[in-house]
């Protein structure tokens, strides 16, 4: 009978949801996010910078908290990826890391 609580409590945990957040002025271009990701869910735009650069994107879905774009960066505060939070407990609680 353990068992079938385990199995219900599984049931009811949701899948953690992430998403990128890449400040486009601060990418110089360099696509080592973009390679690193195993999800391809960054892109390369064509749009320009502020310094003439085309720079990442994410592309809405897919994200799953990783962070290999974070690491790969050499850019300090180009990657951002937070955790969705869809519990009204939870609602201020967003896991946040910089580069």
């Known amino acids: 009978m353990e068992t079938d609580q385990y199995k219900m409590a599984d049931k009811k945990k949701k899948a953690k949801k992430y998403f990128v957040k890449i400040e486009p002025d601060e990418c110089k271009g360099c696509e080592r996010c973009v390679n690193a990701c195993p999800k391809a ?10 310094m ?16 290999a774009c974070y690491y790969n960066c050499p850019e300090p ?21 910089e580069n």
């Open 41 to 50: 869910v960054l892109k390369m735009g064509t749009e320009l910078n502020f």
């Open 77 to 97: 505060g180009a990657i951002t990826i937070f955790e969705e939070s869809d519990d009204a407990d939870d609602s201020g609680k967003e896991q946040e890391e």
């Open 52 to 67: 003439g650069f085309p720079f990442a994107y994410y592309v809405g879905a897919g994200c799953i908290g990783c962070a």
